[in-house]
C-alpha cells in the first residue's frame, strides 16, 4: 500500500514569489492534514480537511496561504507572496477515523525562501 | 490550552542500554497519543498509538505508556541500536487539535 506521496520534496523561491505544494493521502483516508515544521520544533497544524471539507483552519494564515481539496481525495497547499519567514518544512498527514485516528506522514517538502 | 513537553530535549546513550523517553501534558482530556520517529530530513513514522482508554501499547523492543491522570506518557526503547538514532516526537488528540512535543534527539553510539 503506498503510503502518503507529497511533491515536490524540495523548493527554492525567492520572496513575494507564489509556491504550491501537494499531498495525495493514504488510499480510503478521509481526513487529511497540512502542518509546518520549523527547524527543532514540532509540526504545528495549518489545516485539517474531513473529506472535502476544511474542519480546522484556524491557524491558517490566511491572508497569504491557502488549501483547496476538491475531490476530497488529493489537496494542494499554496503560498502567496512566499515571505522569508516561511521557510519551514510543509508536512502532509492522512487519517481514518476508527482506528484511533493514527496519522501517517508524507516525506514533507522543505521550501527555502530567498 | 494544551501544552505538550518532551524530556529530555537531547539523549546520546551506548548501544544495548534500555532507554525511556519522557513527554507530558498539561489537559489530561486527551482521545488518543501517538509517538512518532522522525529522520533527518524525512516525514514522521508512526511508532506506537495509545488510545485514551489503554494503558500501553508495544512494538517490538518498543513500549509505550500512558498515565492520563499525571499527564504523561513514556517511551521505552530496549536493548538500543545505532539504527534508533533519530528524533522522537509525542503527540496528543483531544477533538479536532493535535499538538506536538518538540522531540528528544536521540543518539545510540555504537
Known amino acids: 500500500e503506498a503510503g502518503v506521496v507529497q511533491s515536490p520534496r524540495y523548493k527554492i523561491i525567492e520572496k513575494k514569489q507564489p509556491v504550491a505544494f501537494w499531498c495525495n493521502p493514504i488510499?480510503?483516508?478521509?481526513?487529511l492534514y497540512w502542518y509546518l515544521q520549523n527547524l527543532g520544533q514540532g509540526p504545528e497544524l495549518l489545516i485539517r480537511?474531513?473529506?472535502?471539507?476544511?474542519?480546522?483552519d484556524s491557524q491558517l494564515p490566511k491572508d497569504r496561504f491557502s488549501a483547496e481539496r476538491l475531490k476530497g481525495v488529493d489537496s494542494t497547499l499554496k503560498i502567496q507572496p512566499a515571505e522569508l519567514g516561511d521557510s519551514a518544512v510543509y508536512l502532509c498527514?492522512?487519517?481514518?477515523?476508527?482506528?484511533?485516528?493514527?496519522?501517517?506522514f508524507g516525506p514533507g517538502t522543505r521550501l527555502t525562501v530567498l | 490550552k494544551q501544552e505538550v513537553t518532551q524530556i529530555p530535549a537531547a539523549l546520546s546513550v551506548p548501544e544495548g542500554e534500555n532507554l525511556v523517553l519522557n513527554c507530558s501534558f498539561t489537559?489530561?482530556?486527551?482521545?488518543?497519543l501517538q509517538w512518532f520517529r522522525q529522520d533527518p530530513g524525512k516525514g514522521l513514522t508512526s511508532l506506537l498509538l495509545?488510545?485514551?482508554?489503554?494503558r500501553e501499547q508495544t512494538s517490538g523492543r518498543l513500549n509505550a505508556s500512558l498515565d492520563k491522570s499525571s499527564g504523561r506518557s513514556t517511551l521505552y526503547i530496549a536493548a538500543s541500536q545505532p539504527g534508533d538514532s533519530a528524533t522522537y516526537l509525542c503527540?496528543?488528540?483531544?477533538?479536532?487539535?493535535?499538538?506536538f512535543g518538540k522531540g528528544t534527539r536521540l543518539h545510540i553510539l555504537p
Open positions: 489537559d489530561s482530556a486527551i482521545y488518543n
Open positions: 488510499s480510503g483516508h478521509n481526513t
Open positions: 495509545i488510545q485514551s482508554s489503554q
Open positions: 480537511y474531513e473529506n472535502e471539507e476544511a474542519v480546522d
Open positions: 503527540a496528543v488528540q483531544r477533538d479536532d487539535k493535535i499538538i
Open positions: 498527514a492522512s487519517s481514518f477515523p476508527g482506528i484511533g485516528n493514527e496519522q501517517f
